[in-house]
């Protein structure tokens, strides 16, 4: 399987082979810091298998040992490499393929760090497109 993604303003293309190691929800404050959303969708692939084929990402180190990938024309997250934790592994941010539904969500990791609310955010009311006016 070839997965396809990039960022928001198309300067960033990469591309994964293979199958996803998982696909983990994660709650953690670094990821919703970096990119201001409640929670991150990453899917694990080995190093050998991402590679960028448009763009070149800029680096932040986000801390000691994490590298977080983004466009440095729109900010788009894309990537997070740990070596030290996760020697020889691309996490790739999920929401930012072509097709985000190819690769199913497995775990919410990190929950210790979860905001309080989207332990229940599931039984919110849901509208299609925008909830009507009032």
């Given at each position: 399987m070839t997965i396809t993604g990039g960022c928001h303003c198309g300067s960033i293309r990469y591309q994964a082979e293979g199958a996803a190691k998982t696909h983990a929800l994660c709650h953690c404050v670094d990821c919703r810091r970096h990119s201001g959303a409640p929670m991150v969708g990453w899917t694990m692939y080995s190093q050998s298998a991402v590679k960028v084929t448009k763009?070149?990402?800029k680096i932040y180190k986000s801390s000691p040992d994490g590298r977080r990938h983004f466009c440095p024309d729109c900010g788009t997250g894309l990537f997070?490499?740990?070596e030290v934790m996760l020697?020889?592994?691309v996490d790739i941010q999920s929401a930012t393929y072509d097709d985000p539904n190819a690769v199913p969500a497995r775990a919410h990791i990190q929950i210790a760090d979860r905001i309080g609310w989207m332990a229940h955010a599931h039984e919110l009311p849901e509208f299609e497109r925008f909830p009507p006016q009032k």
């Amino acid at each position: 399987m070839t997965i396809t993604g990039g960022c928001h303003c198309g300067s960033i293309r990469y591309q994964a082979e293979g199958a996803a190691k998982t696909h983990a929800l994660c709650h953690c404050v670094d990821c919703r810091r970096h990119s201001g959303a409640p929670m991150v969708g990453w899917t694990m692939y080995s190093q050998s298998a991402v590679k960028v084929t448009k763009g070149t990402p800029k680096i932040y180190k986000s801390s000691p040992d994490g590298r977080r990938h983004f466009c440095p024309d729109c900010g788009t997250g894309l990537f997070y490499i740990n070596e030290v934790m996760l020697p020889g592994i691309v996490d790739i941010q999920s929401a930012t393929y072509d097709d985000p539904n190819a690769v199913p969500a497995r775990a919410h990791i990190q929950i210790a760090d979860r905001i309080g609310w989207m332990a229940h955010a599931h039984e919110l009311p849901e509208f299609e497109r925008f909830p009507p006016q009032k």
